[in-house]
C-alpha cells in the first residue's frame, strides 16, 4: 500500500512542479524535453530491457512513433490545463479519462461490460461534464481555454492509455517498448523545442528542473508498475488506491497550497469522480 501511495505522491508532485516552475517563467516544452531524458536512462536502469534485434524487427514502430508524439503533446496540453483549469480539475480529468480505455476494451478487447462497469463510465462522464460546465451554476464560468485543455487532457490520457494496452496486447516486450517510446518522445520534444525556444532548451534552470521533473515522472511509473507485480492478484485494489488518491491529494494542493476556490460543479465532479473509480474497481473484482 505505501508503494501505491509513494506513486500517487509522485503523480501529484509531477503537475506541482509543472505548475510551479511555469509560473516562474521556464518553458513547458524544455522541461518536458528534459524530463524524457530523465525518464530514458532511468527506465533503461530501472527495468533493465533486453536488446533484442530480432524482437525489433517485428516491433510495430508505427505504434511505437504514434505514442513518441503523443506523450509530449498530452504533457505540454497538461501543463495548458494547469495554468487554465488549475490542478484540482486537472486531476480529475486525467484520472477518469481511465473510462476512455474502459470503453474501448469493449469493442477493441473483446471484454464484456456489466452493469457495474456501465454505470461507472456514466458517472465519468458526468464528473467530466460538470467540469466544464460553462454556465457554473451560478458560479464563475470557466473560460473556453480551460474547456479545450480539459477536454485534451481528458481524452489524450484516455487515448495513451488505450494504445499502451494495444501495444502490450501485440506482445511486444514492456521494457524495450517503454524505452523505445520515451527516447522518441524525448527526439520529438527537442526538435519541437529547438524551433519555438532555439537555444533556450538548454539554460542550465530548464537542464535540471527538467531532469527533476523527470525524476518523479518515471517514479510514479515504476512503483505503480511495481504494486501491480506486488498486488498482482489484487489489481482492482491498486487501481482504486491509486486513482483515489491522486484525486483527494490533488484535490487538497490545489485547494490549500495553490488556492483554487470549489463551486458547486467542481464538488459534484468530484463526488462522481470519485463514484466513478469506485464503481469500476466492483466491477474489477
Known amino acids: 500500500m505505501f508503494i501505491i501511495c509513494a506513486a500517487a ?55 511505437i512513433i504514434l505514442l513518441g508524439a503523443l506523450l509530449p503533446s498530452i504533457f505540454f496540453l497538461l501543463s495548458k490545463s494547469l495554468t487554465y483549469a488549475g490542478l484540482v480539475k486537472t486531476e480529475i480529468a486525467q484520472r477518469i479519462s481511465v473510462i476512455l480505455s474502459l470503453s474501448a476494451a469493449f ?3 473483446n471484454e464484456q461490460f456489466s452493469l457495474l462497469k456501465v454505470l461507472g463510465i456514466g458517472c465519468g462522464l458526468i464528473a467530466v461534464g460538470l467540469l466544464i460546465w460553462k454556465k457554473g451554476l451560478g458560479d464563475q464560468a470557466i473560460s473556453k481555454q480551460a474547456v479545450v485543455a480539459l477536454l485534451a487532457v481528458w481524452g489524450g490520457y484516455g487515448l495513451v492509455d488505450i494504445l499502451l494496452k494495444y501495444n502490450s496486447s501485440l506482445g511486444s516486450g514492456f521494457a524495450m517498448s517503454l524505452n523505445l517510446i520515451f527516447a522518441i518522445a524525448g527526439c520529438m520534444s527537442f526538435i519541437f523545442a529547438a524551433i519555438t525556444i532555439q537555444k533556450a532548451v538548454f539554460c542550465p534552470k530548464h537542464i535540471l528542473a527538467g531532469l527533476l521533473l523527470g525524476g518523479f515522472n518515471f517514479a510514479n511509473i515504476a512503483l505503480y508498475v511495481t504494486a501491480h507485480q506486488a498486488l498482482k492478484d489484487a489489481p482492482s485494489i491498486v487501481f482504486a488506491t491509486m486513482n483515489l488518491s491522486v484525486v483527494l491529494l490533488g484535490g487538497l494542493v490545489g485547494v490549500f497550497f495553490f488556492k483554487e476556490k470549489l463551486n458547486r460543479n467542481m464538488l459534484m465532479s468530484f463526488l462522481f469522480a470519485v463514484l466513478a473509480i469506485i464503481l469500476m474497481t466492483k466491477a474489477m473484482s
Open 107 to 109: 469493442f477493441l478487447f
Open 9 to 63: 505522491l509522485c503523480s501529484v508532485l509531477v503537475s506541482i512542479l509543472l505548475k510551479k516552475l511555469t509560473q516562474h517563467g521556464l518553458k513547458a516544452i524544455a522541461l518536458i524535453s528534459w524530463n524524457y531524458v530523465a525518464a530514458t536512462l532511468l527506465c533503461f536502469f530501472w527495468f533493465k530491457p533486453t536488446i533484442n534485434f530480432s524482437l525489433l524487427s517485428h516491433t510495430t514502430w508505427w505504434l
